[in-house]
């Protein structure tokens, strides 16, 4: 059982950064991918970012990229998401979530369907 709890959501000017993490309980962390997911007031849930179990590898959905930083610590049972430039259309609930990788060291994954626990998520509000 994995529990994830998100924060450093807010309000930020467009143009702005902000930076959210992800604390996850349990130790075996460092044996999911995770992965960043956002929802917007009557959007479906929409893949951000993922980064493998090690860090080695990253995805980036093609409105973030260049934009969004994923990261994580296993040490710290904690991901990242380092979100720079931010448009009013990145506002959201950010949802964090991990996805068993069976031990597949580069496995990411864009799919919803794929990641076994998610947090409750974190408010971002962008104004223009």
């Known amino acids: 059982q994995v529990q994830l709890v998100e924060s450093g959501g807010g309000l930020v000017q467009a143009g702005g950064s902000l930076g959210l993490s992800c604390a996850a309980s349990g130790r075996t962390f460092s044996r999911y991918a995770m992965g960043w997911f956002r929802q917007a007031p009557g959007k479906e849930r929409e893949f951000v970012a993922a980064?493998?179990?090690?860090?080695?590898?990253?995805d980036y959905a093609d409105s973030v990229k260049d934009r969004f930083t994923i990261s994580r610590e296993n040490a710290k049972n904690t991901v990242y998401l380092q979100m720079n430039s931010l448009k009013p259309e990145d506002a959201a609930i950010y949802y964090c979530a991990a996805a068993a990788t069976r031990g597949r060291v580069s496995y990411t994954t864009r799919s919803l369907s794929d990641y076994d626990y998610w947090g409750q998520g974190t408010q971002v509000s962008v104004s223009s």
């Open positions: 980064i493998s179990l090690s860090g080695g590898s990253t």
